[in-house]
């Protein structure tokens, strides 16, 4: 099953933010890029050069920067810095799934999307859109409209300011990170393409029209796993 039914919703309240990613899902080559410039350059997102480094325009850095710190690939360091600043670090996670000897690092694996379909859904310190979504709407079937309404609901009951037009951005990002590719089959990994890995999944279907959508609820075909359980 896709839902989630763990989260706390108050707790989730506290933390959660409809911004960041800049309008973009991420895309196929962004995590593993992100994580990757971070291992190299722990403060590689406050500096000017990133959007060289990483080959992106500066939204999509900021972008790259948000779907890894929610997708919990990449967390702050803790430890001090003579400098006063803090850089970022990968998490030990990340690491066994992009980092040589990577799980795997182009997310060629249905259990991988699983993980960060997971991963995203379930951030015990940054709550989301996706998270409300998957976790608290309880409706298989919806508008575009009645998932904004939802969320603007959830802000109002827990006194969070969030702008109508803000709420329809990030749900229009939310569906473009689960709609199925629209050639409706894989084809072979291209880094710049514009479609969101979590698309294989499935997880959200659209009406003819497009009017309306579908949670795909239900059990799913088991996939193997291409890393080890007890890793």
Known sequence: MHRLTTINMSETAKKTKVSGH???????????????AIEEFPQVFAEEEAIVRLGVGKNMVESIRHWCHVAQLIEEDSAPKPSGSQPLRVTPLAKKLFLKPAWDPFLEDDASLWLVHWLLVSNPRQG????????????PDFSKRELVDFMKSFAEKHSLKVRDASLMRDIDCLLRTYLPIRSGTRTAVIEDTFDCPL???????????????RFAIGPKPPSPLPYSPSH
């Open 199 to 213: 698309q294989e999944l499935g997880l959200i279907q659209a009406s003819p029209d497009g009017e309306f959508y």
């Open 128 to 139: 989301t859109s996706w998270q409300l979504a998957f976790g608290h709407f309880h409706r």
């Open 22 to 36: 800049q309008t973009f899902a991420f895309r196929y080559g962004w995590l593993e890029k992100g994580v990757n």
